[in-house]
């Protein structure tokens, strides 16, 4: 018993007298199951901030602390997760280390608590409707849609375009929608629109009735691991028109699973390690140094999500949730590894989106395009 | 009074008081609590099928979305429209709820009279695929009807669901299910089980009893639905695949094949078991399916089967 | 024609993969009757074990691909048996129901293992033969479909001679019509089970390199969703019956990729599961199966 009592002092004299208690920032994220590519990916980029905010001295005079829970890729697994870091960890702000469903779980569980969230690559136009408190790091699907349309009708000189969907991913069915709003309303046709399931590797059934079809071009608005077997199994049919695809492409697993079959594709990226900026190019060297490996756009958005956290924080001064949050939503010409963000009236990252083509295995940059 | 009626209003007044005490408790535990109660309904309801009657069923999860999403249309479509802009009283609130409730439990009832109806032909493992099939065919047709909100599902739904409405369902499911399978009626299911043959020989219609089973199974994987969809506010089809239908699955068999107490606490076992291993992160699904494992080759019986009776093969 | 040719090509190719994995269960299950939940993982770790012996090769070669084949066989056909020997025979002689969790529970650590093992995202496998594409006017087809639809043929009748017409094929039979009078004639019943899952377990991995070949991405659960078909093919065509897995795979893959095909795409789950209802509604014991009339 004394030496319970002692310890419990010894406990609330480190509290009183030692370093000040960490800020505490939580991440639900898909560590493992079907979607733990953005869980692994963000996860490892938000750690990678966190270090180096640690490093740099922390934020206001106190260290940071992330904790990561795992939701298993499991639906309702995340608005769980939320809650223990909300209610049993008192984390000050969120972040998102998921797809846009698990976020839209979440966030309006962070609005009624009055605790900020970030989402790193939740790219449904959704997640940032729920509330003030819902902002986003990436650009939202309609401006991609809109950017790959654009660049469709401009650049590739495509009139008749296939759209290949995988059904049951909110990204690539939104993404999908907006592309074609405005790619008929510049006069494009969308010739097929062939659908799998999500998961799905045999595409050989929607590619026959895509080259029946006879399209300039195809959307291949899944992730990069569907859209690189859907590339090696259309060259082995006989398709020879250009491939492009959303943001998800921007992953170098995509040329190592693809190979040649992916040489001349086009993608949209919220960032790239090619990228001229040299903030980005230190970026990548110390991500490199760390890791061993460079980091893709999923790491990338990651580490923003994190450090626009932590801006808005200095701003503040504090982490009061509201204070946080007016902080967050005055964010401009922010200088994360992704662009220079801007939070727009829709808490949306208001930022440039760049275009890549495959090129001897390697993504090579194209151009950029402003929102708007 | 009899004694399970008693102990029903001993239950519902329980989950009154809790209730009232709920603002005081962290919403993390509640959050756990709900999921708790959520599987009791759902394992105790899987277990009339499974269980008493013998059948095997693989479709539990897919009753349980037909619940969800109808009653979340209810009172997102119906709602606004019965109880004007305010959003009514509480009183009025409540009210809709438990007609939605009800109304997703109904349809989820009509979902199962429609997947018992092959029953009368199938048995064992064709029977399980064929149940399987039915909640996978009632995943896609959810996943592909735009109104109800497609692939992305179905958010912004009314957080109606409290601790109070969870346990009270909780307490009346096991209720219904105890009193129909102890009621002389109800020895039919357990007859149905044991010896099918023998069972249609002495006179009872076999046929009619697996129905009945699927029917109630399906009406409170329905309800079960709907209280999860109203207090996740969020749902979407891919949610209550073959893998949901397989975790309720194994707390019935857990528990205890035809043993509801043994149900109950595998139902609370199996939704704590991967909270507590929180702590251990990366190694935490890793423990939580080597002790399914292990916790079967210790346990044959079902974990909480106190009886020991070996159950027939 | 061009067109209807070539999605029936495709579906061959796509069934002759659900009826590789689904002869696996079908073995299992007609020695043991129980559905083997963890066979679709052994699949998996079977890639891996490809993927990693693959390093060891040189690519494009037939002999590097196949010593890569035998090897993952070999692998598997141990963590086969070591399964069977630690989870399934305690609970042999109980009801089936408790293997078949215990099955879901071996299926669940297999996958969580290999998340935790391997990471969770996918790999690109490794182009362990040559691959070509044939151009028939129009129809393509790669080496590696004709290389997946001989294999399936070939253990489809390698299957069927050791079933039919081997010592241990006889043993097998034995067993699975009646453990005990098995035993009495002097067969050794754990020695039989254990062989069957070693074939099984082989099988899988077979099934698991040449699925990487096909789809050259490999994740920890990339076995769940063929497992999942490969069940559906095997209780099509009547679990049990070694012909009716292959024919059961086969129709699945030719009835998925012609809904694909068509506008109904969103639906093809959904098509197939119904399908299979109707088959079984018609025929209770699926295409090949024999309905055994319960008697008192």
Redesign the interface.
């Known amino acids: 018993m004394r030496r319970l009592a002692a310890l419990a002092f010894l406990a609330l004299t480190a509290c009183a007298f030692g370093a000040p208690e960490p800020i505490k920032l939580g991440m639900f994220a898909s560590l493992t199951g079907k979607q733990a590519y953005f869980g692994e990916t963000n996860s490892r980029g938000a750690s990678f901030a966190v270090e180096e905010i640690n490093a740099a001295g922390g934020l206001l005079g106190r260290k940071v602390e992330l904790l990561i829970e795992d939701t298993r890729s499991t639906p309702g697994e995340a608005a769980t997760s939320a809650k223990k870091l909300l209610h049993r960890d008192h984390v000050v702000a969120l972040v998102s280390g998921t797809a846009s469903s698990p976020a839209l779980e979440v966030a309006p569980l962070c609005q009624a608590a009055g605790v900020p969230l970030v989402a790193a690559t939740a790219t449904n136009p959704r997640v940032t409707e729920t509330g003030d408190f819902i902002f986003r790091a990436c650009f939202a699907d309609p401006f991609q849609g809109t950017v790959l349309a654009r660049f469709a009708k401009d650049r590739l000189h495509a009139r008749r375009v296939a759209v290949v969907i995988a059904n049951g991913s909110a990204y690539s069915v939104g993404l999908a929608k907006y592309f074609r709003e405005r790619f008929t309303a510049d006069g494009g046709e969308i010739v097929a629109e062939p659908k799998y399931s999500e998961g799905e590797k045999d595409f050989r059934a929607q590619l026959t009735a895509i080259r029946a079809a006879k399209p300039d071009a195809v959307f291949a608005s899944g992730d990069y691991l569907e859209s690189a077997l859907l590339c090696v199994q259309a060259r082995a049919l006989g398709l020879t028109m250009p491939f492009f695809g959303g943001d998800t492409w921007d992953a170098t697993a995509l040329v190592e699973l693809g190979g040649k079959a992916v040489e001349g594709g086009y993608f949209t990226a919220h960032f790239s390690p090619e990228a001229r900026d040299p903030a980005v190019q230190s970026f990548v060297a110390r991500f490199e140094k760390r890791f061993g490996l460079k980091p893709d756009t999923g790491m990338s958005l990651g580490y923003d999500a994190v450090m626009l956290l932590a801006d808005a924080i200095k701003r503040a001064g504090t982490t009061d949730g509201r204070a946080m949050r007016d902080a967050l939503a005055a964010t401009k010409d922010f200088a994360g590894v992704t662009g220079r963000i801007t939070i727009d009236a829709q808490r949306n990252a208001a930022k440039s989106a760049a275009i890549f083509t495959i090129r001897d295995g390697k993504f090579v940059y194209l151009e950029s395009v402003d929102p708007r | 009074m009899p004694r399970p009626l008693l102990s029903l209003l001993v239950a519902i007044a329980a989950a009154l008081g809790i209730s009232a005490v709920s603002d005081h408790i962290?919403?993390?535990h509640l959050?756990?609590a709900v999921?708790i109660g959520i599987n009791i309904i759902l394992a105790v309801s899987l277990n009339l099928v499974n269980g008493y009657t013998g059948q095997?069923s693989l479709g539990h999860a897919g009753f349980m979305s037909v619940g969800a999403y109808l009653s979340a249309a209810v009172t997102m479509l119906l709602g606004p429209k019965l109880l004007g802009e305010s959003g009514g009283t509480a009183w009025q609130q409540g009210g809709l709820f438990f007609g939605a409730l009800v109304a997703g439990g109904l349809s989820a009832a009509f979902a199962g009279l429609l997947v018992g109806m092959?029953s009368l032909?199938?048995k064992g493992?064709?029977l399980a695929?064929?149940t399987?099939?039915?909640g996978?065919?009632i995943?896609?047709?959810f996943?592909?009807c735009e109104p109800l909100g497609?692939?992305?599902?179905l958010?912004?739904i009314p957080?109606y669901t409290t601790i109070f409405w969870v346990l009270a369902f909780a307490a009346l499911t096991v209720f219904t299910i105890y009193c129909l399978v102890h009621s002389t009626y109800g020895r039919g299911f357990l007859a149905t089980h044991d010896d099918?043959?023998?069972a249609e020989a002495v006179g009872l219609n076999t046929t009619r009893y697996k129905i009945v089973a699927f029917v109630v199974g399906a009406f409170f994987a329905g309800i079960a639905g709907g209280l999860?969809g109203h207090f996740?506010?969020?749902?979407?089809?891919?949610?209550f695949d073959?893998t949901k239908s397989?975790e309720i699955?194994?707390m019935v068999?857990?528990g205890g094949?035809g043993n509801t107490l043994g149900v109950i606490l595998a139902a609370i076992l199996l939704t704590l078991l991967p909270?507590v291993l929180?702590g251990f992160?990366?190694?935490?699904?890793?423990i939580?399916?080597?002790l399914?494992?292990v916790l079967?080759?210790v346990r044959?019986e079902g974990l909480f089967n106190f009886r020991r009776r070996?159950?027939?093969? | 024609m061009t067109e209807f040719l070539q999605q029936l090509l495709n579906g061959i190719s796509l069934g002759a993969i659900f009826a590789l994995i689904a002869l696996g269960y079908t073995m299992v299950y007609g020695v043991l009757r129980f559905i083997n939940f963890a066979h679709a993982d052994v699949f998996m770790v079977g890639s891996f074990v490809g993927y990693y012996a693959g390093k060891l090769v040189p690519e494009h070669s037939i002999w590097g691909g196949l010593f890569v084949l035998a090897l993952a066989m070999i692998a598997c056909a141990v963590l086969g048996v070591v399964i069977e020997r630690l989870a399934y025979r305690p609970l042999r002689g109980g009801p089936t129901l408790n293997v078949l969790i215990t099955a879901i529970g071996v299926s669940l650590l297999l996958e969580n293992l290999g998340q935790f093992v391997f990471g969770a995202t996918p790999r690109p496998f490794p182009e362990l033969f040559p691959v070509t594409t044939y151009d028939f006017g129009g129809v393509f087809i790669s080496s590696n479909q004709l290389v997946v639809i001989g294999v399936t043929l070939l253990l489809l009748f390698a299957l069927r001679f050791i079933v039919m017409r081997t010592k241990i094929g006889t043993a097998m039979r034995a067993v699975s019509m009646n453990k005990q009078a098995a035993s009495l004639v002097g067969i050794n019943n754990d020695l039989v089970i254990s062989f069957t899952f070693a074939l099984g377990s082989a099988l899988a991995a077979a099934g698991g390199i040449l699925y990487a070949l096909n789809y050259p991405s490999i994740d920890p659960l990339m076995g769940v969703l063929p497992g999942l078909k490969a069940f559906v093919a095997a209780v099509l065509g009547g679990i049990g019956n070694i012909p009716g897995a292959a024919l059961g795979g086969m129709l699945l893959g030719i009835v998925e990729t012609f809904v694909n095909g068509s506008e109904w795409s969103t639906y093809k789950d959904a098509i197939a599961f119904a399908l299979l209802i109707l088959i079984l509604l018609f025929r209770p014991a699926g295409l090949l199966g024999r309905y055994v009339k319960e008697k008192v």
């Open positions: 962290d919403p993390y959050d756990v999921g095997f092959p032909r199938l493992d064709y695929i064929v399987l099939g039915f996978e065919i995943r896609v047709v996943q592909n497609g692939a992305l599902g958010n912004g957080a099918e043959i023998a999860y996740k506010q969020t749902i979407s089809a891919s949610g073959f397989i699955v194994v068999i857990l094949m909270e929180r992160s990366d190694y935490r699904m890793i939580y399916s080597l399914l494992v079967m080759l044959p070996r159950p027939t093969p």
